[in-house]
């Protein structure tokens, strides 16, 4: 059966052929047939209006904004102050916008970073129709923010519906061009992804992918997981930022929430979505501040959590800066948190030995080995000292054998190396005492 066959059974018009020298009139036929399907279908599908139903309330009633024009139509935006004095959690406003810029550069792992100022930076965070990405995912609400003297700035971009979406972008590009990086959580691999897709899609050329951009999911989860179950964002305001959100909507029905939103206008369903976003916002400030302190030595690192610093420290050690990592060795080897201080101890030993300094790495191992006489990284480190640096041979044994006859707690494999080890040593000390 052809197409015009289908619609005119569809339309319930007759199927009259239309003289083939006709091609105008025939498209106009086809045309006309498929409007009247798309019409009725729609008429099918439009739910019955429900009288008890109450309007809801308009956009602005509940979210402070209005509507902006474009030359490419409309959207709704919203802006907030947090003034100097205002507290978020732990930090207060003033301080977050007097961020270490060399921290925020070792974070970003860019020396780039450090010839930027704090208000530079842009905060983004985006609101979708769905959590997987994609290009038929619609980012129906953008959150930004930015530092003004000691003031913090949220804005959001509304799409009130999928037509205002080009005009929303093009008012991110305006914003956006007054700032030098961005910073998000999560976005290198999601927002950033998402709208660039979207400019496209829009046939815009996108200029806030060029920018310098500084994901805090990855220093986050590197130097905070540790203490956490997991690296959310929500998690860290509570374990570390100090914020408790109270009646929070949950990221998973935010894109139920914005289709509703389409069907009935009613403000009060956004409210909580705005809120989320802006509240996101505000803490990636507040996390950068504390991770630029964290990993800057701008900071005491005995104010901060020693597990923290710890990470901090390996950070340096990993990337070379061998100064920055001894510095906060040191600091922790001496904390009362022994899990903390006796990695603090190996990995500053470590140091020592690569640069030579064997007497303040026998220090440390001497010092560990009174603690735990069964601590094997210390009795291995000075086995091998006495072995190879000092060749005393017997009092490298010595210290093997003790740890074999006390340690009870040894893996097989452990048990053997030390073992081959001994024997090694034995033979050696047997040997010279054979030369005349």
Not at 35 to 63: F, K, T
Not at 137 to 166: H, K, M, N, Y
Request: aromatic fraction near 6%; charge should be neutral.
């Amino acid at each position: 059966m052809s197409i015009k066959d289908r619609l005119g059974r569809l339309t319930g018009g007759s199927a009259s052929p239309v003289p083939p020298d006709s091609r105008q009139e025939k498209l106009s036929e086809l045309r006309r047939k498929m409007e009247e399907v798309m019409n009725r279908r729609d008429r099918m599908n439009r739910p019955a209006p429900d009288a008890s139903r109450r309007p809801g309330l308009p956009l602005e009633h509940v979210v402070a904004g209005e509507e902006v024009i474009t030359e490419h139509g409309g959207f709704f935006f919203s802006r907030n102050r947090m003034n100097e004095a205002d507290r978020y959690g732990n930090a207060v406003i003033r301080d977050l916008s007097r961020l270490d810029m060399k921290g925020v550069a070792i974070l970003a792992g860019s020396g780039t970073f450090a010839g930027f100022s704090p208000e530079d930076a842009l905060f983004l965070d985006t609101e979708t129709t769905g959590l997987a990405g994609g290009t038929g995912t619609f980012p129906f609400l953008i959150g930004l923010g930015w530092f003004e003297q000691d003031s913090f700035v949220t804005c959001q971009l509304f799409a009130r519906d999928f037509s205002e979406e080009r005009s929303m972008l093009a008012h991110l590009q305006d914003i956006a061009a007054n700032r030098r990086f961005l910073v998000s959580f999560n976005g290198r691999a999601y927002d950033m992804n998402l709208l660039s897709a979207r400019y496209i899609l829009n046939r815009l050329h996108c200029t806030i992918a060029d920018k310098p951009h500084l994901d805090l999911l990855h220093p986050g989860r590197r130097l905070l997981r540790h203490r956490m179950e997991n690296a959310r964002l929500v998690t860290i305001e509570a374990c570390v930022l100090g914020v408790e959100r109270e009646d929070d909507v949950p990221g998973h029905e935010i894109p139920q929430r914005y289709f509703d939103w389409l069907r009935s206008r009613d403000g009060s369903l956004m409210e909580d979505v705005f809120r989320h976003n802006r509240l996101d916002i505000v803490s990636m400030a507040s996390l950068l501040k504390h991770l630029a302190d964290l990993v800057g030595g701008g900071v005491d690192p005995e104010r901060m959590h020693h597990g923290d610093v710890l990470c901090a420290a390996r950070l340096h050690h990993e990337r070379g800066d061998l100064r920055s990592a001894r510095a906060l060795y040191e600091k922790i080897a001496l904390s009362p948190e022994r899990e903390s201080a006796e990695s603090a101890r190996k990995s500053l030993s470590l140091i020592h030995k690569k640069s030579g300094s064997w007497e303040d790495a026998v220090v440390i191992w001497e010092g560990m080995l009174s603690r735990d006489p069964h601590d094997l990284f210390a009795a291995e480190e000075l086995a091998k000292y006495h072995e190879h640096r000092r060749r005393e041979f017997g009092r490298a044994a010595r210290i093997v054998q003790a740890v074999l006859d006390g340690s009870r707690s040894m893996r097989d494999e452990e048990r053997h190396a030390f073992e081959h080890r001994l024997r090694r040593l034995l033979a050696k000390s047997s040997s010279r005492q054979d030369i005349p």
